[in-house]
């Protein structure tokens, strides 16, 4: 079991630097930098120089990339070129908006696909299949940004309920916050909820056709027993798979849900972070993301060597 | 970007109590889909030679105008006949979507294909580097290859291409793994086949059922994907009419009319079921248990 | 549901006049209260003398910095922390009094040291200070006593003192200029309390300011909301008070119908710009340059595609800015001319060209859209592309690597960059730098008005770019806000005289 983990880990980390990597070389080789996007257009070359140099640009590439991996190692991520604060700090900031978010929309997700999804699997032959399986292909079909913007255009503009934008910190005023997610979280939430419907309803009627539930099945065991004793708990394999799914979705849905409603979060900070090239800023999201997701991945892995003993000795 | 689909490769069970439903709803997807990804086609085939205005024509005269005779599906802020810009939109969304998801699935399969039946530390290589492009959001990607180049089609195709190949190359691993320990590939080997003929001639057939399906459903999600990305500035240019460019540019003037809004939302939606429905059908249809 | 752009227009004027009508009788003002203004976007940083990002001023200009000098709402220049000045008989010494009793933010004393560090910084062009051009002239800055200055010039200068309004001209306390950036303090009327990136700015109230019984307000938010879409719809949610940037024609439509908005609509000094490459073909050709301009129907486009909100202009200048003259009519709209001259130059069957759009920019987009089509019915064929600002800064503006692009000259009195042919126009005629030196060495302000007219003029006839239109400045705030600036004869949202009051 422990050389599984480790294993897993360390190519784990191994994906994770190579991302790092990439997005360095791809800053470099992208027109602009920093000191031409912070002093803007009446800037002179002087100016511009000085500037350069004060940021560190000036330095060897693979110097400055080592001189950064060195930092992260050790927990620095360094400084924003454009907003002279350090990198962790800011994304620290963005996590306070973008994981309730994630979250909530993950949570939503969830709440509304894993009974509907059951629900289904178990209705299967009745009218109530096809029913929410259309449902969830429809929801799964409009897209979340135009979802948000018609919910802002009525709970907010037209019925005045909730906040059309903007975010409240909850140790400003917890009840605000709330209501500044309500939105967005479900904009996000839903559409993930009409996918991750129709993968437990998969699982699940994957499950339901093994051998072992015919045999419990014939046995006379009732039909709850059977789902909720046997069935239920080899599906958590799948279910874990799309928990993981869902929340690495989730991740990338919310640029663009950030940007409907205005949410100062982690996905609009890279579009930022890009835009001004700021490149310590960029490498400490991308290295973030892609431990996130990485991380869920192996966790999910774990999870599946915990679950099924065969998958373990593989 | 949602993935649209219920997962990779997941079949539907069998063994359950085969009922007339069942059958006509596995018809039923495969049908719909067909019929709503035809007229898709078919209006892209027919903006190729026929719109009743040219596009881009801009008539100041006309604008924000709800359907009518003159604009069956009415006009945009600029006076543009919006059947016209739908008609030709589908032609951007179908080439970007079909581009993209071609890109993901020759190479996605190549290198599933050759990881899972080389085996070894190849395939341990291979994965890894894929695992690498799925922990790469796509969006920061588009981002990337936006500044470098510019924003624009060929982009947009390129990021979603390059981020939908880690699901290709699962499917075509695991489609490749679980034919090739079989008898008839033994048989071909015993008799002196070449490795290279036999991944191609005997082994590949096997996953190319699963690709398809894939296929289908990653073309939802590259529509979907298409619509976010232009919605965020990254897509076709101005000057050419795609769905998600004329939602970005409806936006404004929501209260002043929902139909240059409405129109490629519903297109939208339209063609992301339609691939959806074509794709779950090509499934229940391909699956050997239910076929 | 039959709405036409002619309604609008209709609609657009009665509710103008109804808005005229309802501000003449404007309430008393009152003490305290907050107010939430939306801002597009962030700049690196809050020193306008450290990036010329024209986000900067928008939010510290005169509420939290100040110069000499300053704008008032109108244009004029008006005492700030100097209280008057004179000119040598020479023309080569201004001498400045100054304010006293100024406090800055941080408690410190404003006084001639602080002049004096701060502009010779800005006369040197090592030092990284925005626009070392302004002060050019200066050659050195003395203290004579805590409250007066001196700048000695090398030559006479007729813009020193409109340049001394400028933002990039507010004065920091002696010794912190590198804080400024993150930390701006001055002697406006509100200190900078809080800067949360990607959120929003806090201002409050400074109880020491110099201006009796102001600012009105207690404190105010200025909130980055970067989506059009969203900014509008929080003002109408009733999230936020005020936006007074980058409001979109169609929005200011529906705020005149909103009863709980007002909206106004003032000038600005907003060149909207198509700039043509003028050294790369067809482009150097004259006549090119002159049949694009003709083939350009910029009423269409100002009536059509921004509802009627802007002024069109045939140079670059604004109506705002004082030494303004109309030149629209040097080439009118005349599509048959264009061709002509397409034909005379060599192109009867046109040519095709990329247009690049720069992304963040709305008006300049669809604005290029419209000019695009055009072009196409004399036989230009554009291929439009939208890029990315970072990449149009390097790429097009540094580097002036493009055929033609759009973008808005917001910079007050900045028809001196035509004197430099390595501006990204390439445009290269030694008579404008000659006409620029006779207005700086003019001794009255309507000889140097000549002067920038001449070469007003000369541009036009050269055809150097196309100057579209001159962008609006439009207001849109909740009805219980008064006070805030109609125009931008420099950009400033200026919250100094904000008042709420029912």
């Known amino acids: 079991m422990l050389a599984f983990v480790v294993r897993r880990f360390l190519t784990a980390l191994l994906s994770v630097l190579l991302a790092s ?31 350069s140099r004060q940021l560190g640009l000036d330095r060897p590439p693979v110097e400055r990339y080592l001189a950064w991996l060195g930092g992260a190692v050790r927990g620095d991520l360094g400084e924003s070129l454009n907003y002279d604060r350090p990198v962790a700090g800011l994304i620290g900031e963005r996590l306070r908006v973008s994981v309730p978010l994630a979250v909530g929309a993950a949570l939503v997700a969830c709440l509304i696909a894993l009974p509907l999804g059951v629900f289904a699997a178990l209705r299967r032959g009745t009218f109530w299949d096809p029913l929410v399986t259309s449902l969830s292909q ?34 400003q005023d917890p009840v605000r916050w709330l209501r500044s997610l309500v939105l967005p979280v479900l904009a996000l939430g839903l559409g993930q909820a009409a996918v991750m419907t129709r993968m437990t309803r998969a699982a699940m009627l994957e499950v339901l056709s093994q051998d072992f539930v015919r045999t419990a099945r014939a046995k006379g065991v009732a039909q709850r027993g059977v789902v909720f004793k046997h069935a239920l708990r080899n599906a958590m394999v799948t279910i874990v798979t799309i928990l993981g799914i869902s929340l690495s979705n989730v991740f990338i849905g919310s640029i663009v849900i950030e940007q409907v409603f205005a949410l100062p979060g982690l996905g609009r900070l890279a579009l930022t972070a890009i835009g001004t090239r700021d490149f310590p800023l960029l490498q400490g999201e991308v290295l973030l993301y892609a431990a996130t997701i990485v991380g869920l991945g192996f966790l999910v892995d774990v999870s599946y060597g915990l679950l099924d003993p065969r998958i373990r000795y593989e | 970007m949602s993935d649209a689909s219920d997962g990779p490769a997941v079949a539907p069970a069998a063994g359950a109590p085969r009922r007339r439903t069942r059958r006509v709803r596995r018809r039923y997807n495969l049908w719909l889909g067909a019929f709503l990804i035809g007229t898709i086609v078919a209006g892209a085939l027919l903006g190729l030679v026929w719109s009743p205005y040219p596009p881009n024509a801009i008539d100041f005269s006309a604008q924000l105008q709800p359907p009518s005779a003159a604009h069956p599906l009415g006009t945009d802020h600029f006076g543009r006949d919006l059947l ?20 993901a699935l020759v190479a996605g399969t190549l290198l599933g294909a050759v990881a ?56 075509a691993r695991a489609g490749v793994l679980a034919t090739k320990e079989s008898d008839f590939v033994e048989a071909a080997r015993a008799l002196g086949m070449g490795e290279g003929r036999l991944l191609w001639r005997h082994v590949m057939p096997g996953a190319v059922g699963p690709l398809v399906v894939q296929a289908s459903l990653s073309l939802a999600v590259a529509v979907l994907a298409e619509a976010a990305l232009s919605f965020l500035g990254l897509g076709t240019p101005p000057d050419v009419p795609s769905w998600g460019n004329m939602l970005r540019e409806a936006q404004g003037f929501l209260a002043m009319s929902p139909y240059p809004a409405l129109v490629p939302g519903l297109a939208i939606v339209w063609t992301v079921l339609g691939w959806s429905l074509l794709g779950d059908g090509l499934r229940d249809l391909l699956d050997p248990r239910t076929a | 549901m039959r709405k036409t752009a002619k309604a609008f227009k209709v609609a657009l004027a009665a509710l103008l006049l109804a808005a005229g009508v309802a501000a003449a009788q404007d309430p008393e003002p009152v003490s305290g209260g907050h107010v939430v203004v939306a801002i597009t976007a962030e700049p690196p940083g809050w020193d306008p003398s450290a990036s010329t990002s024209q986000e900067i001023p928008r939010v510290v200009y005169d509420n939290v910095l100040q110069g000499l000098v300053r704008f008032d709402r109108t244009g004029e220049i008006v005492p700030a922390l100097a209280t008057s000045w004179e000119t040598s008989e020479d023309g080569l010494t201004w001498t400045f009094h100054l304010r006293e009793g100024v406090r800055f933010h941080d408690g410190s004393d404003f006084d001639a040291e602080d002049v004096v560090e701060k502009f010779t910084r800005a006369a040197d062009p090592e030092s990284g200070h925005t626009n070392s051009q302004y002060y050019e002239a200066i050659e050195s800055v003395e203290a004579i006593d805590p409250l007066t200055v001196a700048f000695h010039l090398s030559r006479p200068s007729s813009s020193l003192l409109y340049n001394l309004a400028r933002p990039d001209s507010v004065i920091n306390p002696a010794g912190k200029a590198d804080t400024q950036r993150t930390q701006p303090i001055g002697t406006g009327a509100f200190r900078f309390a809080e800067y949360v990136p990607g959120s929003h700015v806090r201002l409050e109230r400074f109880e020491d300011y110099w201006e009796e019984g102001l600012p009105y307000l207690d404190s105010a938010e200025f909130r980055i909301i970067s989506d059009a879409n969203a900014r509008f719809a929080a003002l109408q949610a009733g999230d936020i008070d005020m936006i007074a940037v980058a409001l979109l024609p169609e929005q200011f439509q529906q705020v005149l119908a909103n009863p709980d908005l007002k909206g106004t609509q003032g000038s600005a000094t907003a060149e909207i710009t198509m700039a043509l490459n003028n050294a790369r ?17 910029k009423n269409a486009i100002v009536q059509g595609a921004l509802f009627g909100l802007g002024t069109v202009i045939g140079t670059h200048m604004s109506p705002a800015e004082n030494y303004y003259i109309d030149l629209t009519d040097t080439y009118p709209y005349d599509p048959e001319r264009a061709k002509q001259l397409l034909a005379e130059a060599g192109y009867p069957n046109g040519f095709r060209v990329r247009f690049e759009l720069p992304e963040p920019y709305a008006i300049e987009r669809r604005t290029g859209e419209v000019i695009a089509q055009q072009l196409a019915q004399v036989g230009i064929e554009v291929e439009l592309s939208v890029v990315e600002w970072a990449t149009w800064l390097e790429r097009i503006f540094l580097g002036g690597d493009y055929d033609m692009t759009i973008i808005g000259h917001s910079e007050p009195r900045d028809i001196n960059v035509y004197a430099n042919p390595s501006y990204y126009y390439h445009y290269d005629n030694p008579r404008i730098a000659e006409l620029l030196a006779e207005a700086e060495a003019a001794r009255t302000q309507e000889e140097a008005t000549a002067k920038y007219q001449e070469i007003a003029r000369i541009i036009a006839e050269d055809a150097v770019n196309v100057w579209v239109l001159s962008a609006p400045y439009l207001v849109a705030a909740k009805q219980d806000v008064y006070g805030f600036w109609t125009d931008q004869p420099t950009p400033s949202i200026n919250l100094v005289r904000v008042y709420r009051a029912r």
Do not use: C
């Open chain 1, 21 to 51: 990597v990439v997005v360095f070389g791809a800053l470099l080789a992208v027109p602009g930098d920093p000191a031409t996007v912070i002093l803007g257009m009446n800037a002179s070359p002087a100016a511009r120089e000085a500037l």
């Open chain 3, 281 to 297: 073909e067809p482009l150097n050709d004259k006549r090119v340059r002159q049949a694009i301009t003709h083939a350009i129907d």
């Open chain 1, 138 to 171: 429809v929801g799964a079909a409009i897209p979340s940004f135009w979802l948000g913007l018609l919910f802002i255009l009525y709970f907010a503009v037209e019925l005045r309920w909730l906040p059309a934008s903007g975010f409240v910190p909850f140790g």
């Open chain 2, 84 to 103: 016209s810009r739908l008609l030709f939109g589908a032609r951007s969304t179908l080439y970007v979507g079909f581009i993209a998801v071609g890109i």
């Open chain 2, 116 to 171: 899972g039946f080389v085996g070894g530390a190849v395939d341990e290589v291979v994965m890894r580097l894929v695992d690498v492009l799925y922990a790469f959001p796509a969006i920061l990607m588009a981002l990337l290859l936006a500044a470098v180049y510019k924003p624009g089609t060929l982009t947009a195709m390129a990021a979603i291409g390059i981020a939908t190949v880690p699901i290709f190359a699962r499917v």
